[in-house]
């Protein structure tokens, strides 16, 4: 059972729970009227969302609610089976269906004094699973009372949940016609399970542009705003974000082509991909997986008309002898080619010497060097780098989310042409924090794109893709100022070797707070 003993005592971390608001306001008023028919029972009702996390608990006597603190069930934590095997909270959710579990039946043995009858709550709207309704009594066996009971609850706030559905998405069919009429201005609107599109949008939008908009829409603080961002087919555009009043997690977007960005000079730290500008050297810095390597070809074929010579320092350590820098740029000096080494800050001080006077001089031979990130390499690494007239800083896979889909799309049409990625998987994609960036992308898309051939599909679904990348996580669910947040302390983290009390003092926190922050932002 996914490594959980029977014994154990240990469950999951609670978490934030906010998205699951929707659910806990249609249920609230039936879980009230419910408390009063179990006052002083000894029962309790217990609510979960659809990631089978801990939203309410309705309790009505003193015995229950101890057992209940004992057992660990308190808002936030969840109760999947992975992770507390059988109770009538995680197996409904699974199997879609009521389930009754007496008190031996329990895998954990922390919850063998409880019996309980638990129904799934299914949206009537969408079908989708929405949470799960327990009820739960101190005892070897339930009471069967509890299964007509706790069904008319469940039915009644699937009922509430259809009611502000059917509200919900009115009011996105209104903004919606209000928005749709200029022809000139590609127009969609986002809801919950509804999706509308005037004639613009439906020849511009792809299931995959779709499903990057919804991740804006996912944004508890969503607000009106601008943003450019770049279609699945490469079209640049200006994207207007009108939230609809009264509802959660809904928009209306105008979409319109990007004008050309004005030519500028070169700025000393540039984009990948952007024009070269007239210097000898280089600097390319990123975390592993970036594409630095990719980017330093490009920008030495700007630079010169023949192959460059080329030097991986990981390589060649671990084949047992140092680059030799001198005869390197001996060659490339000889042959009118761009020096491209790559892995520069594990060079040794001497090398570290010898480029820098490279770098600093006008040199006929192009240097281009490439490291990891500017503030996770040695003094001398970044002497190097301040040397160099040009530096590209490429940015982890995580901070480029606007363009995610487009390059998960390239990647997938030259691993299978003509296969598609639907909105469900992108959905999953951009959720993720890529710790290997562009590498474990083009790793997972690969199994992915293996499994949709397999199955004789041209559309790469959410089932496709390895497990671990198919749920969403919870730093995608963050407020932007929450990401902010949690990017700053990750940094702090990082800088300080992951010693907390130190990155608590750089934070001006103390290191209690620090640690809140840490579980709360799932860090």
């Keep these: 059972m996914s490594g959980v003993r029977p014994e154990s005592t240990t469950l999951p971390d609670p978490v934030d729970v906010s998205s699951a608001d929707p659910l806990l306001d249609a249920a609230r008023p039936v879980l009230d009227e419910a408390a009063v028919r179990i006052a002083d029972t000894d029962m309790s009702l217990l609510l979960v969302d659809h990631e089978c996390r801990m939203v309410s608990r309705v309790t009505a006597g003193a015995t229950i609610e101890r057992i209940l603190d004992d057992a660990g069930a ?97 009011r996105v069919l ?84 990007a004008p050309a960005t004005p030519t500028r000079s070169p ?48 390589e060649t350590l671990l084949e047992g002898t140092p680059p030799d820098v001198p005869a390197l740029l001996t060659q490339a000096r000889a042959r009118g080619a761009a020096l491209i080494v790559d892995g520069a800050d594990l060079l040794d001080d001497r090398s570290l010497t010898l480029l820098r ?30 040397q160099c007239g040009r530096r590209i800083e490429l940015p982890p896979l995580r901070h480029r989310t606007a363009e995610l889909a487009v390059i998960a799309t390239s990647v997938i049409t030259e691993l299978a042409p003509g296969t598609e990625l639907s909105s469900g998987a992108a959905d999953a994609l951009l959720s993720q924090e890529w710790p290997g960036n562009l590498t474990e992308l083009v790793t997972a898309l690969g199994d992915a794109v293996a499994a949709s051939t397999t199955r004789g599909s041209r559309t790469v679904d959410l089932a496709d893709l390895p497990e671990r990348y198919r749920t969403t996580s919870r730093a995608s669910r963050l407020a932007g100022r929450e990401q902010a947040e949690r990017q700053a302390i990750i940094d702090a983290l990082d800088r300080n070797g992951h010693n907390k009390v130190h990155a608590a003092r750089e934070l001006g926190i103390s290191r209690t707070t620090l640690y809140a922050r840490i579980r709360a932002l799932g860090i």
């Design 74 to 170: 308190s808002s936030g934590v969840a109760f999947t089976e992975s992770a507390v095997g059988t109770t009538a909270l995680g197996t409904p959710a699974e199997i879609r269906r009521g389930v009754l579990v007496n008190g031996s039946e329990h895998y954990l043995d922390r919850f063998k004094q409880l019996s309980c009858f638990g129904q799934p709550i299914i949206h009537p709207a969408t079908r989708r699973l929405a949470g799960s309704l327990c009820m739960t009594e101190v005892g070897d066996r339930a009471n069967p009372l509890s299964i007509p009971f706790v069904t008319a609850i469940v039915n009644d706030i699937a009922d509430r949940l259809l009611d502000r559905s059917r509200a919900h998405q009115r």
């Design 267 to 314: 700025a000393p730290v540039s984009a990948p991909g952007a024009s070269v500008p007239p210097v000898r050297s280089t600097a390319i810095t990123g975390e592993p997986g970036t594409g630095r390597s990719t980017e330093a070809h490009r920008v030495a074929t700007d630079l010169a008309d023949v192959a460059p010579v080329v030097v991986d320092v990981a």
């Design 174 to 257: 209104d903004a919606f016609q209000r928005a749709a009429p200029r022809r000139d201005v590609a127009v969609a609107a986002l809801g919950d399970d509804l999706q509308l599109t005037n004639a613009l949008a439906a020849d511009l939008l792809s299931p995959t542009d779709i499903g990057a908009l919804r991740m804006v829409v996912a944004d508890p603080s969503l607000h009106a705003t601008s943003m450019r961002t770049t279609l699945t087919s490469g079209t640049a555009v200006e994207v207007l974000v009108e939230p609809v009043g009264g509802t959660r997690g809904a928009a209306v977007f105008h979409l319109r082509p």
């Design 357 to 386: 006077h490279v770098a600093a001089r006008t040199s006929p031979t192009p240097l281009i060097v490439v490291t990891g990130p500017a503030t996770q390499i040695g003094s001398g690494a970044a002497a190097l780098l301040g």
